[in-house]
C-alpha cells in the first residue's frame, strides 16, 4: 500500500447505528487530518492530529469522535448520526515542518446515513 | 476573516482550447496556496503549492500563478482528461496548518 487509504470505500448506516472509519498513512507523515465533503460546499476541516495529539476541533458535533492510535493511523467513530451528516469523508496526512506543509488525501468513503 | 472564491464554478471547453481558473482569496499572513484536482468520488491529488507574490509552477499543461490577491490556473491545450474538478486552498501562517478550500471549478473538456 503506498500513500493515503481509507476503509471503508461506501458505507450506508441507520441513525442509531455505530460504526467508524479508518484512515491509514505510508508516508512517514507526522500530521493527519479529517475533512467532510458535501455538495457545493468547500471541503470543511473536522479535526487535525499532530504528533498523535489532537490540535484542533472545528466545532464538530460530539458524535463524530476521532481517534489516533498512531502517527500512521486515525479512526472516525461515528454514534446516532443525522441524515445531514452523509457525505464524503476525507482524510489527509503530512510532514509539519517550516518550510512547507503539503496535505496528501485518501480516496475518502462515501457516508450515506438513512 | 480568510476566504477563498473560485471562479468560474464550472468552465466547459474544447479540447486544445486554452483557458484560466482563478482563485481569489483574504488571508492575513499567506503561508501557501495549494491547488488540487479532483475526479469524481475520489479524494483531491495534489498538484501546486505557491508561497509567494510572482511564484509560478507548471506540470504538463497546467501553470499556476499566484499575485498578491488572487492565482491563476492556466489550462493550456486542454485533453479530456483534464475533466475534474479544480480546488484552490490557503494556508495561514502561524501555528496552525489549516487549509481553507473554495467551492472548486468543475471543469469538462469535450473532445
Known amino acids: 500500500e503506498t500513500g493515503v487509504t481509507q476503509t471503508p470505500r461506501h458505507l450506508v448506516m441507520g441513525m442509531t447505528n455505530k460504526k467508524s472509519l479508518k484512515c491509514e498513512q505510508h508516508l512517514g507523515h507526522n500530521a493527519m487530518y479529517w475533512y467532510k465533503q458535501s455538495a457545493k460546499k468547500p471541503l470543511e476541516l473536522m479535526f487535525v492530529?499532530?504528533?498523535?495529539?489532537?490540535?484542533e476541533n472545528n466545532s464538530v458535533p460530539s458524535r463524530f469522535s476521532p481517534e489516533c492510535p498512531n502517527s500512521s493511523h486515525l479512526f472516525l467513530h461515528l454514534h446516532t448520526l443525522q441524515p445531514e451528516d452523509s457525505a464524503l469523508y476525507l482524510c489527509a496526512s503530512s510532514l509539519r515542518d517550516r518550510e512547507t506543509d503539503t496535505q496528501y488525501f485518501g480516496p475518502g468513503t462515501r457516508l450515506t446515513v438513512l | 476573516e480568510d476566504q477563498v472564491t473560485q471562479s468560474p464554478e464550472a468552465l466547459r471547453l474544447q479540447e486544445g482550447e486554452s483557458s484560466s481558473l482563478n482563485c481569489s482569496y483574504t488571508v492575513s499572513g499567506l503561508r501557501g496556496l495549494f491547488w488540487y484536482r479532483q475526479d469524481p468520488g475520489k479524494g483531491p491529488e495534489f498538484l501546486f503549492t505557491?508561497?509567494?507574490a510572482g511564484e509560478e509552477k507548471e506540470k504538463e499543461r497546467l501553470k499556476a500563478t499566484l499575485t498578491k490577491k488572487e492565482s491563476f490556473l492556466h489550462i493550456t491545450a486542454p485533453k479530456p482528461e483534464d475533466s475534474a474538478t479544480y480546488l484552490c486552498?490557503?494556508?495561514?501562517?502561524?501555528?496552525?496548518?489549516?487549509?481553507?478550500f473554495g467551492t472548486g471549478t468543475l471543469l469538462a473538456v469535450q473532445p
Open positions: 505557491l508561497y509567494s
Open positions: 486552498g490557503l494556508q495561514r501562517g502561524g501555528a496552525t496548518n489549516k487549509l481553507i
Open positions: 492530529y499532530s504528533l498523535e495529539e489532537r490540535v
